[in-house]
């Protein structure tokens, strides 16, 4: 089955929240987020491809480490994404599988479906867990890096990733 191509174009002054929702209102007024390519392409296990990479600031980068390492981020809306086996362990009641510490947030699996109580307070922390589905790859586009000091956008810790 041929995957689906999810293109987030970047710019200069994007933040990581940008990379992953946007925050906007409805007719109503009401605050809504709404997911950027590379969260639909995340849940949805398209291939998402970041045009662009050389123009984001370090800090911004370093949103997408945890992603392309871990296969693990927390979203702005306070969901969190993990990994598809950690979400299944999760969902088997297995919550220590998510990481020590860490709270998990976001839901697609039953409270019911393993060892978790309906109404639990780990049934609760599941209701803001989804997972990452396995098919979602990331490329990322760039322009090498230039001569100049502030053109070199590659650094070591980046260098991993890519």
Known sequence: PQRKVYTLHVYKDM???DLFQRRSTDASGDTRWESSPLLTAALEGGLAVIDGLQRLRPDTLAALQ????DRDVDLPDGTRLCRHDRFQSAC?????SLGAGRL??????????????EGSPDAEQLRWLRPIHPEFRLVALALPPGQKP???WLSAELLPLF
């Open 92 to 96: 088997a009641g297995d919550l220590a």
């Open 15 to 17: 933040t990581s929240r």
């Open 150 to 152: 502030a053109e070199q």
């Open 104 to 117: 998990p947030l976001g839901h697609l699996c039953s409270p019911t479906s393993g060892n978790l109580q």
């Open 66 to 69: 945890t992603l392309c390492s």
